[in-house]
């Protein structure tokens, strides 16, 4: 069993000895390797020269790089992109190898789960969505791995490298283990099952910070360039859960105890949280808190098995009610993004998760009690541009995130 990771290990591994387990590592790495696979994904083709720029690296160093990484099966060379009259094979373009290999993506959320095909730019293929099963955690990940096996034979021309696998709850990297109050998962053995049913590495991350890496290894680079992404970044979640990460000089924090919580942070609203309390974050913004708001106010009826679309789409069709409702959910994610804002001061804020993306006209109103409550001056502040697809490219993320810190490395554990 292969196993990376920057966590100390407290309790014996769970994965089952075949199962080569690999930690993810989600930040941007400085590695000759791993810069001239993530300039090739980003701006590929290019050539040598404009890769050296690029990265900072010599020109025989990226020489080198592209020589192991050819070699490796990662990138290929465009001999019919080389400029007319241009000599030596430094001119010729390189990029990225896309169509042999393929990454699959897991999201486990509260209510669903995604299972995504990628391919090595991070570029995803197809997707398809499915209750997330209930349960023990040990029939719900059996379900899911033959649902992901299903979706993964549909792609037999594809080499499958690595499966990744993003979900909420505290995760155990070290151990591919999971422990979700909200599923009625303890010590639920990921890796283990996952990894042994597609049979190739596999990396397991909590979700928001699956996200906040996504943002920083998929997102378009605002210019041709792949220099570290320097400063704070602060990444704020909801959907039916909510959450946060932060993001340091190029790097996902990720402490070795495991995320910290936003779910209870209090609100001041008057909903009831299971954990005795009233006004917890998560219990009055979450999808599920929204829907029960919305069938208390005959926004919708309850024998119509009523679901947050239903809530958008009485919105949008015109209902005050639905539309005074969400209001209330954005002025309240307003006021925590300002709370959390002020609190880390990051050099950036990013809004990520349908509560945001789902219902856009709630989105001046997010600004505007963000606006009103933080007491610093005016900062970055924007929503994802993954839009309502950002757990697709947090799991999408997982199943890169090794190949992208050492791609070398990561093409011999796939090779064992």
């Known amino acids: ?39 090739a994904c980003s701006v590929g083709p290019i050539t ?3 890769a050296a720029r690029a990265t900072g690296l010599s020109v025989a160093t990226v020489n080198r790089q592209v020589s192991a990484l050819l070699g490796a099966g990662l990138l290929r ?20 190898d896309h169509e042999p290999f393929s990454t699959i993506g897991i999201h486990i959320g509260a209510v669903s789960t995604s299972i995504v095909m990628s391919d090595l730019r991070g570029r ?20 899911i791995t033959r649902s992901a096996c299903a979706f993964a034979a549909r792609w037999h021309r594809r080499t499958l490298l690595w499966v990744g696998v993003a979900t909420g709850g505290r995760v155990d990297t070290a151990r591919g283990t999971v422990d979700h109050p909200r599923l ?33 290894l998929l997102a378009p680079p605002p210019s041709n360039t792949i220099a570290a992404q320097d400063g704070t970044s602060l990444y704020v979640y909801a959907r039916e859960t909510a959450g946060m990460a932060l993001t340091i000089d190029g790097r996902v924090h990720t402490p070795a105890s495991g995320p910290g919580s936003i779910a209870h942070l209090p609100t001041g609203s008057s909903a009831l949280c299971g954990c005795g309390a009233r006004g917890c974050l ?21 024998h119509t098995r009523p679901s ?43 809004l990520g998760g349908q509560a945001f993306t789902a219902y856009p006209a709630a989105i001046a109103h997010v600004r505007e009690a963000f606006v009103q409550h933080s007491t610093l001056a005016p900062g970055n502040v924007r929503v994802t541009g993954f839009g309502d697809r950002v757990q ?7 199943s890169l995130s090794a190949l992208y810190s050492d791609p070398l490395a990561a093409m011999r554990t796939v090779a064992a």
């Open 1 to 39: 069993m292969s196993v990376t990771t920057a966590h100390r290990r407290t309790r014996p591994a769970a994965a089952h000895p075949s199962v080569r387990l690999v930690a993810p590592d989600l930040r941007i790495a400085g590695g000759p390797a791993s810069s001239v696979l993530r300039v």
């Open 48 to 50: 040598r020269d404009s």
């Open 77 to 96: 060379e465009r001999a019919d992109l080389t400029v007319p009259g241009a000599t030596g094979r430094p001119r010729v373009p390189f990029e990225v």
């Open 124 to 143: 995803v293929l197809a997707a398809v969505e499915i209750p997330t099963p209930g349960g023990s955690s040990e029939a719900a990940l059996m379900s």
């Open 184 to 216: 009625g998962w303890r010590d639920g053995r990921v890796a283990a099952i996952v990894g042994s049913g597609l049979g190739v590495p596999v990396s397991v991350s909590g979700h928001v910070e699956a996200m906040a890496a996504a943002e920083l």
């Open 282 to 302: 998560e219990a009055s913004v979450g999808d599920r808190a929204v829907v029960a708001a919305a069938v208390n106010r005959a926004i919708v009826a309850p």
């Open 308 to 350: 947050i679309a239903a809530v958008y789409g009485a919105a949008q069709g015109g209902s005050e009610a639905a539309r005074e409702l969400l209001t209330e959910r954005a002025r309240i994610l307003g006021r925590t993004v300002a709370l959390l804002r002020d609190m880390f001061n990051p050099d950036r804020v990013v």
């Open 392 to 398: 697709q490219y947090a799991a999408t993320v997982v």
